[in-house]
């Protein structure tokens, strides 16, 4: 007996002559579009979910994305490996805010033909794909290692101190302009990771770093077991599925929840004197004695020293970044080294190529001038000690 295969599109089960049938949901648009093409203009959408206004030269597409949301896509379609391919839709349950504003971006770039039609739907499945794992998207892995190349390669400082073992996390589609926080959340626990006995005890010993939606998850967990009360009555008890931003303190909540100690260090107010009254030598000091406190291993003399502390997660005021690392120059002036989500993972590997990263990274005291800073640092602030990072066991 002949085995049967089923259509990509509809599912119905074929013995002889699938491709022609494959075909045939292509053949024809919906009758609300016919006659587009006649009007110069950019219309709107006739469909009542829709409503989108598409140029007349994208109606086609615009035509053919309706008919395949209607229906699941299957690896066969896209060609590529995807466990469990189905699409979420924009009212599906697990579609929160985040899928919405990737599917929308997606969208956008498609109808600009920045992406082919192929390209939509491999992104759009593979979105759904990425939900369970790290977002390869944003994600620069093993930036650390990157770093050490371009300093070793080049002496662009007197002495440089860099972070071990973290990967860059950028904006990505879903989240750009409200995820800093999350982002930098993952460039610390990147850098966690890397450790057996933080390894052990974070996101249930998964050693996978989650995404975004997913730290949303643990975090509403943290709330519901007692921590932090007034940060969760404030945020109303529900972040997962929302575009609300979080800081050092949901940060720091999240490593206590998991018995990972951490410190929320405070720099309320500009310590420059003068014509510098507006800068913060105090923190600049403070973490080159951070990151110094932990030094394991010179490379080249004493030009580069690879610190055994984590990244720390830095808030200003409207924005988050991370510090991975300092500099300190004949004079004694120090420059931070600090990583920022608004880099994506284009942009990382243009500057990488280009061999300007570490200008783009280093940061002089008189551009940091916002009234206050906040940093969570991991450990103590004063010991780097491994052991040390565990409070308790979950």
């Known amino acids: 007996m002949t085995e049967s295969e089923s259509c990509p599109i ?3 089960k074929f ?27 950019p219309v709107k959408c006739p469909l009542d979910e829709c409503r989108s206004l598409v140029p007349v030269c994208y109606w086609e597409e615009h035509a053919l994305l309706h008919q395949l949301e209607k229906t699941p896509t299957t690896p066969e379609k896209i060609n590529t490996p995807i466990t469990n391919p189905r699409i979420v839709q924009p009212d599906s349950p697990e579609c929160n805010l985040y899928t919405k504003q990737y599917l929308q971006a997606l969208e956008n770039k498609c109808f600009a033909n920045k992406i082919s039609l192929k390209e939509f739907y491999t992104k759009k499945a593979e979105l759904l794909s990425s939900l369970a794992q790290a977002d390869v998207e944003s994600r620069t892995q093993d930036l650390s290692t990157t770093l050490l190349d371009l300093y070793t390669r080049a002496r662009v400082a007197d002495r440089v101190i860099l972070c071990k073992n973290f990967d860059h996390f950028g904006y990505g589609l879903g989240d750009a302009g409200w995820g800093c926080g999350f982002r930098n959340a993952q460039v610390v626990l990147s850098s966690l ?7 052990s005890v974070l996101f249930d010993g998964s ?15 943290a709330w519901a077991e007692g921590f932090d009360p007034i940060g969760a009555d404030e945020l109303k008890h529900r972040i997962y599925g929302s575009r609300k931003w979080i800081g ?3 940060f720091a909540v999240l490593l206590r929840y998991f018995g990972v100690r951490c410190e929320l260090i405070d720099f309320h107010e500009p310590t420059g004197v003068g014509a510098e009254a507006d800068l913060h030598p105090t923190l600049y000091k403070w973490v ?13 003399g004493t030009v580069i020293e690879m610190s055994t502390r984590t990244p720390l997660f830095l808030q200003e005021k409207g924005h988050s970044r991370t510090i991975v ?3 300190k120059k004949k004079d004694g002036n120090i420059n931070l080294l600090i990583v920022d989500p608004v880099f994506s993972k284009e942009r990382i590997a243009s500057m990488i190529e280009k061999r300007s990263l570490v200008q783009a990274l280093r940061i002089p005291m008189k551009m940091m001038r916002r009234a206050q ?9 004063d010991d780097s000690h491994e052991e040390d990072m565990i409070m308790r066991k979950k």
Do not use: M
Not at 17 to 35: C, I, K, R, T
Not at 207 to 218: F, G, V
Not at 373 to 381: A, I, K, L, P, S
């Open 10 to 12: 509809c599912l119905v």
């Open 15 to 41: 013995t002889t002559n699938l491709a022609e049938h494959v075909n045939s949901h292509f053949d024809e648009v919906p009758s609300s579009f016919q006659g587009i093409r006649e009007t110069a203009s």
């Open 193 to 199: 990771l890397t450790r057996s006995s933080c390894c």
């Open 207 to 221: 050693a996978h770093i989650p995404t975004l939606p997913k730290l949303q998850k643990w975090l509403e967990r």
């Open 248 to 250: 050092p303190t949901e």
């Open 288 to 300: 080159w004695d951070y990151f110094s406190n932990g030094i394991s291993k010179k490379i080249g």
């Open 325 to 327: 690392g300092v500099e």
């Open 373 to 381: 800073y906040q940093v969570v640092c991991v450990g103590r602030g």
